[in-house]
């Protein structure tokens, strides 16, 4: 059971610092979707 509380936390923390390391370089769904032509609303 422990192992697999670890092994929960341990996918959590990769998804998170993932998601926030591709927002920061840039290469977020809304960076790599849109082109010249495309106006996309950004918060």
């Known amino acids: 059971?422990?192992?697999m509380f670890t092994a929960?936390?341990?996918m959590i923390l990769i998804a998170?610092?993932?998601w926030?390391?591709?927002e920061q370089?840039?290469?977020s769904a809304a960076?790599?979707?849109s082109g010249?032509?495309?106006r996309l609303d950004h918060e």
């Open 36 to 38: 010249a032509a495309v």
């Open 8 to 10: 929960f936390a341990a």
């Open 25 to 27: 370089a840039g290469f």
């Open 1 to 3: 059971m422990k192992a």
């Open 16 to 18: 998170v610092t993932a």
């Open 20 to 22: 926030f390391g591709l």
């Open 31 to 33: 960076d790599m979707g």
